[in-house]
């Protein structure tokens, strides 16, 4: 039994304990440490990471560049870590968002295949990339312009085993997986066990479910409704780590699970809130 699992057991009736397990999704948890001259190809999040010379850099509708959210070179998770996700197990997975627009992700409108974001995956990773220098130089170019980005700096990604990750918090498909609205669900069982179940599970990770501070989209789009989650990042202050999605909020980006398994990563879209 998991440890999430075993702080539940006295405070949940058999069936319902049975129906946590079942929700249960595979997911990779990750920790942010400060980092220093990271290789290019190294997975982190914020900063500067690899981008292959012969490919014009992602930019928004305006033509100002986008930043790197995050990257994950899928050789640095753990043994068997990518095959339990559905992941390629080489290569890097990347993703971009417009540091220029603050709205996106608040509006639930054309969330997938949104310009003012990328998910991109990289295969190969033998080309030669765009140098740290040169690409500093393509924001360096547009100062002035106002710049928001979640991550002060750039976080070296440690990644720990896969884990089954349980749904506690409300999502879309809550009512599905319960038989009633989470509202309802909470209402019924100790508060303060199941928020502490939830904060111990952590929401930076791979896969799993997603936690929203407000409103999950795929609520309101049908299109999205079958979406997974590909990769989250939570607000996070201390230990030399600056991650703050407004105020105290989540970004993460999804994915049908047709398009992960026909590796259509650029179909992927993204999300933010702030409570």
Request: include cysteine.
């Amino acid at each position: 039994m998991s440890d999430i699992l075993a702080l539940l057991q006295p405070h949940l009736p058999a069936d319902v304990l049975a129906q946590v397990r079942a929700t249960a999704r595979p997911s990779i948890p990750y920790r942010l440490s400060v980092a220093a001259n990271l290789p290019l190809t190294a997975s982190r999040v914020g900063g500067i990471g690899y981008w292959p010379q012969t490919q014009p850099y992602p930019v928004n509708p305006e033509g100002l560049p986008l930043a790197l959210l995050a990257q994950v070179n899928l050789e640095e998770l753990p043994a068997g870590a990518a095959q339990a996700l559905g992941l390629p197990a080489h290569g890097i997975l990347a993703f971009y968002i417009d540091a220029y627009d603050d709205v996106l992700g608040q509006d639930f409108d054309d969330l997938r295949g949104n310009s003012r974001y990328r998910c991109v995956y990289f295969a190969d990773t033998a080309a030669p990339s765009l140098a740290r220098a040169a690409q500093q130089a393509l924001f360096d170019q547009v100062q002035g312009e106002e710049w928001y980005h979640p991550a002060a700096g750039e976080y070296a990604m440690r990644f720990a085993p896969p884990a089954p990750h349980y749904l506690l918090t409300e999502t879309a498909d809550f009512a599905a997986l319960y038989d009633m609205e989470y509202g309802q669900w909470l209402n019924r069982y100790d508060n303060d066990v199941i928020n502490a179940a939830f904060a111990q599970q952590g929401t930076n990770h791979l896969g799993g479910h997603a936690f929203f501070t407000q409103t999950d989209p795929r609520f309101y789009d049908s299109d999205l409704a079958a979406s997974t989650l590909l990769f989250q990042l939570d607000s996070y202050v201390g230990e030399g780590v600056d991650i703050c999605w407004g105020d105290i909020g989540v970004g993460a980006f999804f994915i049908d699970p047709a398009d992960l398994a026909a590796r259509r990563f650029e179909r992927a879209w993204y999300n933010w809130d702030c409570g």
